[in-house]
């Protein structure tokens, strides 16, 4: 059964910093799979603020997050990674991970993607 699972959420104050994990199980996370990190605040839509293209490499921040959020994988531990620094209280949701092999026509949007893990809350509070 193929499987992504977040982890390193929690509760942080505004400018902390969190880093959150997604491990695959179940197959391989290699450098086939584009990633994306998606993130559903409270009364609003899931959007897609990071993501990572296999094709190319080439790597999408949504503004809201630009120059404090950095995706990255490590392959060989089947993880990719999300290290969000100078976090804000408009930063609280919760964030899911997501991979495809798919080819994508748009780096970033949810429907391109088909592999989901279950979510992790971040709550940036003081």
């Known amino acids: 059964q193929l499987q992504l699972e977040e982890s390193g959420g929690g509760l942080v104050q505004p400018g902390g910093s969190l880093r959150l994990s997604c491990t695959a199980s179940?197959?391989?996370?290699?450098?086939?799979?584009?990633i994306g990190w998606f993130r559903q605040a409270p009364g609003k839509e899931r959007e897609g603020i990071s993501c990572i293209s296999s094709s190319d490499g080439s790597v999408y921040y949504a503004d809201s997050v630009k120059g404090r959020f950095t995706i990255s994988r490590d392959n060989s531990m089947n993880t990719a990674y999300l290290e969000m620094t100078s976090l804000r209280p408009e930063d609280t949701g919760i964030y899911y991970c997501?991979?495809?092999?798919?080819?994508?026509?748009?780096?970033?949007?949810?429907?391109?993607?088909?592999?989901w893990g279950q979510g992790t809350q971040v709550t940036v509070s003081s």
């Open positions: 179940g197959f391989t996370l290699d450098y086939y799979y584009h």
């Open positions: 997501a991979a495809t092999r798919l080819v994508l026509f748009r780096i970033c949007d949810e429907d391109e993607y088909d592999h």
